[in-house]
């Protein structure tokens, strides 16, 4: 036992110094960043799976156009092409869309947090850079997700996708 009434196995875990506090809150912050990464990684992966899904129904519902443009004289690249098009268009849109309700969410979130407090009224701020860097991100990854589906559509058999109702 030691002077605390602890035997030797057991731990003291009050803390005792501002610096105590500061490292425990230390630790707790780095546990809650990595289980928010995780989140998005994994929110990443389920939209590039969706993006994936809808790219790919696009491809399918649109087999006769791919085989006209093909038969037209169209390369397979030129089909590819078209659907790497729609998913980048639809991907900058998306983070377009994002990037602005973010923005203009942070205006009632100020004046909540000013009414609650007021030497918060300018807590939630956007930097545009980073807004920029988040649409080139969205962009990237829904070109990224139909580019298998991209490429499903340039192989297809121009005689069997005319056939096709």
Known sequence: ???R?????????TIQTPEDILDSLGNVLLVVQAILVGIASISLLVGGIGIMNTMYTAVLERTKEIG??????????????????????IGAFAGLLGVTITFLLTFPINFIAANFEESLGGVAKVNPVHLIILVIISTV??????FIPATIAAKKNPVEALRVE
């Open 141 to 146: 990854l829904t070109l990224i997700g139909g």
């Open 1 to 3: 036992m030691n002077d």
């Open 5 to 13: 009434g602890l035997k030797e196995w057991e731990k003291d875990y």
């Open 68 to 89: 006209i443009i093909r038969s037209l004289g169209g390369r397979k690249k030129d089909v590819s092409r078209v659907f790497n098009a729609e998913s980048v268009i």
